[in-house]
């Protein structure tokens, strides 16, 4: 974590530098179009991902507050559950839940950009529905299989940690949102 804020403070530093030496009278023309291009292919690129969040946010800023919401309530529920099983380590918390974090960042992006690839269309559409859905899922899982444990395994009621299960297993939002009781598969 140091490391990052250090290489971000140097790159910043590079950044005002390079800005008071286009403004001053000494460098020559071509010195000043090298730091021009050095600063704009520096930049270009952090301004560009910036960007790409920024419209990316607009457009799921409710799923993004919603995975933030289920990534503490799963903390919470975890630090519960091991605490009744007399198993909770904060080194082992911290761990896991960095884990969880990063894999959801990771898994979610590269969706994502499989997702953008399809297009705006109705394929499109599904598929963001799907991985949302599992993303969300996947700290929220956790969340509910230890509230069911917790609860004596009364509360979610089981047919909806069954939709949960069988949704992990085979991935059918149809078969998780459909408030019908599916028995025909058993």
Known sequence: MWCEFV?????????????ILLSADKPTISEKIQYWIKLLLTFAPIAVVLKALDVW?????????????????????????????????????????SSMFLILVVVYALLEMLRITAGDNIVGE???????ISTLLYPASKALKNAYILSNKTFPPSFIMDKIYKFEKTGNVKDLLDSKNNDKDE
């Open 7 to 19: 290489s971000v403070s140097t790159m910043f530093k590079k950044l005002l530098y390079s800005i």
């Open 126 to 132: 599904g598929f963001k529905i799907l991985i949302q």
């Open 57 to 97: 946010y607009q457009d799921n800023s409710q799923f993004f507050s919603f995975i933030l919401v289920t990534l503490v309530i799963n903390m919470v529920v975890g630090i519960r559950f091991h605490l009744k099983m007399n198993s909770f380590c904060w080194e082992h918390f911290f761990k896991k839940n």
